[in-house]
């Protein structure tokens, strides 16, 4: 039984060594706020359902925007700039843009570590391409998977990827070797061998899928091929009804218009229809397998009876994606082993139901993830929750939960404090005290929430947009010019956050690593 003491202003965890919850950390990677079948998709995603539709669902919880930002946020309950990732993984060669999560912050498995927890990562690190700043260097006692930046399914990979069994390289994993179902496979087998620890374990379980490059197995595409023939706006309209029939979003609620680039769909050939169809057969394809896997991890955590003892949290660190590449071989099939492509914008648009805009920008769109807590031990009963939370907010949260104390000092080093709130009262059926404020940068895009009012101005035009969520969420009439007092006060609150947090002017910083501007960075 959790007893809950005021401590320091907040609510304190207090149990004993055996109750202890066993954490389990799944993050998605550029998956769109309405892909799972329990926020309104046709994607089947059973496994993530059954968690979503016996634990806790979140309909206001943002991420950073962007891979790097969130993981580094994520696994450090700081803003991005604080964490040294400004931007991605370069070294921009200014304070806060450095590419490598700095010293003077500790990982979720850092501070667990040194609270009696056991350690594991199977996955996409993509926080640190030095070898100094790997998993096993941040606190994880076990590591499988991709210290850069991911990006891979069949093997051989696509560029410079590396795959790692805790600091070795595997130099080939076998010609059937799918990267989804390994990153899965090892995340069940670290919890077996951690559960028969005495210790509680944590698990961070950091999923490539459903990044491009678009690869599946054929027998997981051909389940969806046709489904997308319906048409871009058909099978968003049909997510946008779902989602309202399951209480993701009420009755009354809006849907953004269809983005300015999405094409007609009766104006496609054939053969442009059945490429788009193609595109996102795969996409889904990803999603399932991922599912298919986390099922799996499931099961092995209730055979070995940890089920109900173990928080599992799932979230994705961006919105859909518009990015549009094509490399390697064009006549390979898309989908196969070397092929590379993208499911293209109109697709993110639709995963992104019903929001505006994509991964990247700090629009709806870009920033709102599916947040699922599964934790039988606390949460009896299934519930949708609409108060806002923060990525910053789940290391603060994971602490709470497994009576863990976070480190001033950590290896001779002073460390930063925590900027995230816990969720804790969510868990619990109670109302938040809320942040006074939630902000963002990434690449010059800039934004803030306060209450319900919202600002977004975007690199490198920089057009004013306010927005008010409660009778407007999704971001469709800008007020920015009828209300020049409340936007300059949202300005003047994210100039003040950003100044103490760290963020730089996005041309100053290209100015100081030139090659930065020319960079085409896909992860």
Known sequence: MLVFLACMGCAKTQTTQQERPNVILILADDMGYSDLGSYGSEIKTPALDQLANNGLRMTQFYNASRCCPTRASLLTGLYPHQANMGFMQEDCKVPGYGGVITNSA???????????????????????????????????????????????????????????????????PGSDYYSTEAINEFGAEFVTDLAKEEEPFFLYLAHVAPHFPLQARDEDIAKYRGTYKKGFEAVRQARFEKMKAQGIIPEDYPISQPDEK?????????????????????????????????????????????????????????????????????????????????YKLPWANVSNTPYRMFKHWGNEGGIRTPFIVHYPNLIKEPRIDN????????????????????????????????????LLPIFSKKTRDAHEGLFWEHEGNKAARIGDWKWVSAYPAYVEELYDLSTDPTESKNLAEANPHQLAEMKTKWKLWADRVGVLPWDSVLRAEPKQARLQIYY
């Not at 891979?152 to 390289?169: C, E, T």
């Not at 169809?277 to 955590?301: C, F, P």
């Not at 949290?313 to 092929?339: A, C, V």
């Open 262 to 342: 999405v094409p007609d769909w009766d104006e496609l050939s054939e053969e442009e229809k059945d490429d788009y169809d193609l595109r996102m057969s795969i996409y889904a394809a990803q999603i399932e397998t991922m599912d298919r896997g986390i099922g799996d991890l499931v099961k092995q955590l209730e055979t070995i009876g940890e089920l109900d003892n173990t928080v599992i949290i799932f979230l994705s660190d961006n919105g859909g994606t518009r990015e549009d590449y094509s490399w390697g071989d064009s006549t390979i099939q898309l989908g196969k082993q070397g092929s590379f492509g993208c």
């Open 387 to 422: 108060q806002p939370a923060h990525i910053i907010d789940v290391m603060t949260t994971i602490l709470e939960l497994t009576a863990s104390k976070y480190p001033t000092t950590y290896n001779g080093n002073q460390i930063q404090a925590l900027e995230g709130k816990s």
């Open 106 to 172: 500790v990982t979720i498995a850092q501070a667990l570590k040194t609270n009696g927890y056991n350690t594991a990562m199977s996955g996409k690190w993509h926080v640190g391409n030095d070898e100094a700043y790997w998993p096993t260097q941040k606190g994880f006692d076990k590591f499988y998977g991709f210290p850069h930046h991911g990006g891979a399914y069949f093997f051989p990979f696509p560029g410079d990827q590396v795959l790692m069994y805790g600091d070795s390289v595997i130099e080939n």
